[in-house]
């Protein structure tokens, strides 16, 4: 049995195959910016693990986990372009990569939804990806 949860090897797969892109890195302001939390005092553009969740989706012979998360790509002020390209960016990395996880293998992972949207409040554009995936426990 794997000690490492599906949900956090599956981020950290996720965070090593964006961290290899130096087009995304670009993008970010020189570096990949994706992050637990918002960064204090940080300026966009930069991402962060969204919601994300993992359930039971075992099948004879295998333990898996069926996964929906999201990122979400803080754009800079009065630029909302700049969270969609960097969004659009990540999701032609992440739709159907090979990632390699600790303690798991990945079945699939699929960008279900990219959505652009705006904060009410602050004004604070915003572009959210939507995944799904299947992971299995390595034996």
Do not use: W
Not at 16 to 29: F, H, S
Not at 101 to 107: P, Q, R
């Amino acid at each position: 049995m794997s000690s490492l949860s599906p949900l956090l090897a599956l981020r950290a797969g996720i965070l090593a195959r964006l961290a290899r892109d130096p087009g995304l890195a670009v993008l970010m302001g020189g570096s990949l910016r994706l992050y637990d939390e918002p960064p204090r005092g940080a300026a966009p553009v930069y991402a962060l693990f969204g919601d994300g969740e993992a359930g039971d989706d075992s099948v004879v012979g295998a333990r898996r986990h069926r996964h929906a998360l999201t990122l979400v790509v803080f754009a800079k002020p009065g630029s909302a372009r700049t969270a969609l390209d960097a969004a659009e960016r990540m999701a032609v990395l992440l739709d159907d990569a090979d990632l390699a996880l600790a303690g798991h293998a990945l079945v699939f992972l699929r960008l279900t939804r990219i959505a652009s949207t705006r904060d009410e409040q602050t004004g604070e554009a915003r572009t959210i990806l939507a995944f799904e995936a299947v992971t299995e426990v390595a034996a």
